[in-house]
Each structure stands twice: as structure tokens, then as C-alpha cells.
């Protein structure tokens, strides 16, 4: 969703306030002609956006649905990007996934092991649970190794501690009563999104009356902000479960600048 909110930003996408079914209230995305090269994640995006059936315009909530289905490919493409841009170091990346593979085998050997070690239970006591127990405690302790492994380079890692420093940043302006000297909140706004700040920014923008970016159109001027409170209240709502994947994409498409 802050890839979307970006690409609304730079005019790609346009965001109406309709009205769907039964008066509910819903978002309308057109497709706008592309001012600019795309980022293969914003590509993908736009691939999953709009699609044979509909090709130039969708709802939000039509939207929301083809992205949790087909939310691998964004996350193909993001990982990509971050590994061109030297944010991703292969050799770690590939003993975490060894040590995620392993986890999941001891795992499920432990699974089949219990109704076999059960057999001897009679005849053995409990001593045969030691098995299927010890198999699932090194599986465990495989995850934990994993976990402990960062897939990101070191220039990586130095990116992730500055992002981490402005999503507390964000949190701080969308906390504040008063209008912060700020100038470009519209540029904010994607990645406020995209570090799952969504609902934050929904509230500030309900307190301060006029911030609504130019490019969202309310069906009345009179109503834009509560329409884009609820817009960007519906879309962080959705943003949250796909945030390692919807923020890593803006977090990449922006790191070459942040960093």
C-alpha cells in the first residue's frame, strides 16, 4: 500500500471517492499514463492492480484482494531490487534459508516420529517421546539460529537503523496537535504507510483539516478529509499484514536516496 500511495504521488495511479454497493463507501484506482521509469516493483504492483479484467480501472477493495493473492510476486520483485542494490549479502541470505530448512524437516520428523515412538510407549514408558521431543527442540533451536541471521548486507544494516530512525520520525509528526514545519507531508505520506504508521497519519490528518494531498478527489470538496481519513484509515488496515513485502518495496525504491 505505500507503493501505491507513491505511485498516486507521481501521478501514475489516481484515487476517486465512489460509492460501491448499497451506498457503501469504496475508492476508485484508474490508471494514469506513466510519467517516468518504474521501479520492477511498482511494475508488479501495477500488474496485480490492474489486470485482463481490468485493465484501466478497479476498486479498493478489488484491489486489496488480487494483492493478498498474488502478494509473492511484489515480493519477488522487491527482493530483487534489494539485492541489486547491494542491501541483501547472498552468503547470509542463504545460511538463514539453510537454517529455515533444516527447522522445517526436524519439524515435521518430530511430527511423524510421535504416533512411532507412541508404539513403544507401553513397553518403554516415556522414554521414546525423547525422540520426536528431541527432534522438535533442535528444530526449534534452527529457527532461533535463523532469526539470528540477518539476510541484509552491512550497508544493509546501516540502511535498516536509518529507516528505523525515520519511522520514528514519522510517528513523532503525526503525534503532533499543532501543523509541523513539514513542508511535503504528500512525500511522507507512502512511507508513513509502508513502516505500518497508516493509522497515525489518519488521525493527524482528521486533526488538521487541509492536508489531504492534491491528488486524491473526494466526491465533495466539502468532505475531502473525513474521505481521506477513511481511505487511508482502509488501506492501513491492509497495509499491516503485508508490510514486510509493501515496506521493504517502498523502503527500496526510496533507499537509493535515503541512504
Given at each position: ?34 510519467k ?27 484491489a ?9 510476486a511484489?515480493?519477488?520483485a ?17 545460511i538463514?534459508?539453510r537454517?529455515?530448512?533444516m527447522?522445517?524437516v526436524?519439524l515435521?520428523?518430530?511430527?511423524l ?6 508404539i513403544?510407549?507401553?513397553?518403554f514408558?516415556?522414554?521414546?517421546m525423547?525422540?520426536?521431543?528431541g527432534?522438535?527442540?533442535?528444530g ?15 550497508e ?16 513523532e ?19 508513513a ?9 489518519g488521525?493527524?490528518?482528521k ?9 486524491f ?6 468532505s ?13 488496515s ?10 521493504a ?7 537509493s536516496?535515503?541512504?
Open positions: 500500500m505505500g507503493a501505491m500511495f507513491s505511485l498516486a504521488e507521481r501521478g501514475v495511479i489516481a484515487i476517486d471517492e465512489a460509492r460501491g454497493r448499497f451506498g457503501v463507501q469504496d475508492f476508485t484506482i484508474t490508471r494514469q499514463r506513466s517516468g521509469p518504474l521501479a520492477p516493483h511498482e511494475q508488479a504492483l501495477l500488474a496485480t492492480l490492474f489486470d485482463t479484467r481490468h485493465p484501466e480501472q478497479t476498486t479498493l477493495s478489488s486489496r484482494n488480487r494483492v493478498t493473492r498474488r502478494l509473492r511484489f515480493g519477488v522487491v527482493r530483487q531490487e534489494l539485492t541489486e542494490a547491494g542491501l541483501v549479502d547472498i552468503e547470509r541470505k542463504r538463514r534459508d537454517y529455515i530448512r527447522g522445517s526436524l515435521i520428523l518430530a511430527g516420529t510421535v504416533p512411532l515412538a507412541a513403544f510407549v507401553n513397553r514408558a516415556g522414554w521414546p525423547l525422540l520426536p521431543a527432534l522438535a527442540i533442535v526449534i533451536a534452527s529457527f532461533i539460529f535463523a532469526g539470528s541471521v540477518t539476510p541484509l548486507s552491512n544493509g544494516v546501516r540502511r535498516a537503523a536509518r529507516w528505523r530512525g525515520f519511522r520514528s520520525y514519522l510517528k509528526v503525526s503525534r503532533q496537535r499543532e501543523q509541523p514545519a513539514v513542508r511535503n507531508l504528500d512525500d511522507l505520506l507512502p512511507f504507510v509502508a513502516t505500518g504508521l497508516g493509522p497515525y497519519w488521525r493527524y490528518i486533526k488538521h483539516p487541509g492536508s489531504v494531498p492534491v491528488w478527489r473526494a466526491l465533495s470538496n466539502a475531502q478529509d473525513r474521505a481521506f481519513t477513511a481511505f487511508v484509515t482502509s488501506s492501513a491492509h497495509g499491516g499484514g503485508g508490510a514486510g513485502a509493501g515496506g518495496g517502498a523502503a527500496g525504491g526510496g533507499a536516496g535515503a541512504g
